[in-house]
């Protein structure tokens, strides 16, 4: 089949190279020409593990290619996926002007019958405006369906879960259009979920919000088993073997981040706002998961007292391992709070370290390994649970810092041997 995405970010080049991949012929378009310029000359501007071998293989094969242009991409494509951003607005509701925009170029070089994919994640009911964007624009009165498809793929991992989906949910109003997308998806071997496009659009925003709920419940846990010496991390594992609670998303910790779940959450808030439901659930949801932030710093006083003047090392600075993202990472916000202190900070992570530059220019000190982060630390903290901070050689650390005061905020340790090994040791919960 001939597909168009629209937008290159982790979603859309994810899902051009993966469809081209499967044997299909794409056009990935972007308005940002530098961006398609990079990917032309064979770059990936984005950290995700394959990512940058999957778009190259696919390029060589004569299956992928980069248009700076929508109208480019548009004819001749059958299929047309919006896979554009829609960033938080001030008020927490999702910026839907991207998708707008585009949905009006589609409509614009439309020159026959099209299947439009919904995939960017929006509100629900966003499809209604997109169908009438999409007739207000259709010049050429060319027939068209709209599907929402949306996506499930975790950073990290996007290609293996975009490859192996546990699910592909597939909102869609037309026979014919149902017909194509079943033949486009059904080769990857996932439950298909059809349904109308409104349940499908809440389908995203549900799941998200539900995961971000299961990591809030484990960390409102985790303050009750801080209160009667309890461990979270055993309670967690009672409780994950009872099939209709699952082990996944329960480790307590500094709480969640990403480009995802917080603005997921706030957005599923505003938008049952509107709707007439006041979402009392995913507020506390939300409240939670800012007091796991504040709860490392008080940890950090309670061990230190005083953080003025003080040099914190931190490790970890993406939002979860094996990402260079620190979109709404906690560690950022953290580290925010430390500097108001007076802290000073000196700061590793194996990928994000450039990113956090962006964000604190010369306020933090960036190491180059975790040793030089503990040198001289009054108190280390560990915010992304990274492979390489498990292996340590702990009693080196300890012999580097100036106090051996330990807050791990994501419990890769073990306080037993953290206590045996002379360090001042704090988890999350246990
Ligand atoms: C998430 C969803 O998993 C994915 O389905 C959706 O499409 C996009 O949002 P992602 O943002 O890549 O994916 O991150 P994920 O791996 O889900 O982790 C989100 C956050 O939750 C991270 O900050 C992580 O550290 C945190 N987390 C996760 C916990 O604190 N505890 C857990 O048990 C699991």
Redesign the pocket.
């Known amino acids: 089949m001939n597909l168009c995405i629209i937008g290159t970010g982790y979603v859309g080049l994810v899902t051009g190279s993966c469809l081209a991949e499967r044997g299909h012929q794409v056009t990935c378009v972007d308005i940002d020409r530098d961006k398609i310029a990079l990917l032309q000359q064979g770059q990936v501007p984005i950290f995700e593990p394959g990512l940058e071998e999957l778009v190259a293989k696919n390029v060589d094969a004569g299956r992928l290619r980069f248009a700076s242009t929508v109208s480019k991409g548009v004819r001749g494509a059958q299929v047309v996926f919006i896979t554009v951003g829609t960033p938080p607005l001030p008020d927490g509701s999702a910026d839907l002007s991207y998708v707008e925009a585009v949905s009006g170029q589609i409509a614009k070089a439309m020159d026959g019958y099209k299947v439009i994919v919904e995939k960017s ?1 929006v509100p629900v009911n966003t499809g209604e405006w997109v169908k009438r964007t999409l007739r207000r624009h259709n010049v050429n009165g060319a027939e068209f369906d709209l599907v929402s498809i949306p ?6 991992s996007a290609i293996a ?1 975009f490859m192996n989906p546990s699910r592909v949910v597939i909102g869609v109003e037309s026979a014919r259009a149902e017909v194509i997308m079943r033949g486009l998806f059904q080769p990857f071997g996932a439950p298909l979920v059809v349904t109308d496009i409104k349940s499908a659009e809440l389908i ?1 925003h549900a ?2 919000c539900f ?2 709920m ?2 809030s419940y ?1 960390n409102a846990i985790a303050a009750i088993c801080e209160a009667v010496d309890a461990d979270v991390t055993k309670v967690a594992e009672g409780m994950g073997y009872d099939r209709r609670i699952g082990r ?14 917080p603005k ?1 959450v706030n957005a599923f808030i505003r938008i049952a706002q509107e709707l007439g439901y006041d979402f009392r659930l995913l507020k506390a949801v939300e409240d939670i998961n800012q007091e796991q932030r504040e709860r490392i710093i008080r940890k950090l006083k309670e061990a230190l007292w005083v953080l003025k003047g003080k040099t914190i090392g931190i490790l970890g600075l993406a ?2 391992p094996n ?1 260079d993202d620190i979109r709404e ?2 560690a950022i916000d953290i580290i925010r709070r430390l500097l108001e202190e007076g802290a000073g900070i000196k700061a590793y992570d194996p990928a994000a370290g450039e990113n956090a530059r962006g964000v604190f220019g010369e306020a933090i000190t960036l190491c180059s390994s975790p040793q030089e982060a503990a040198r001289e630390a009054h108190g280390l903290v560990i915010l ?2 990274w492979d390489e901070f498990r292996s340590l050689n702990l009693s080196e650390i300890k012999g580097l810092m100036a106090s051996p005061v330990v807050i791990d905020g994501r419990n890769i340790y073990d306080p037993r041997e953290m206590a045996r090994l002379g360090f001042e040791y704090r988890g999350v919960g246990r």
Not at 151 to 156: P, S
Not at 248 to 261: E, I, K, Q, R, W
Request: charged share 30%; proline share 3%; with cysteine.
């Open positions: 994640t996506e499930f793929l975790r950073e990290g879960d995203k799941s998200n995961l971000a299961k990591i484990m996944d998303f329960l480790d307590a910790g500094v709480g969640y981040g990403g480009s995802c779940f997921d939002f979860k990402t990472s906690p992304t649970e």
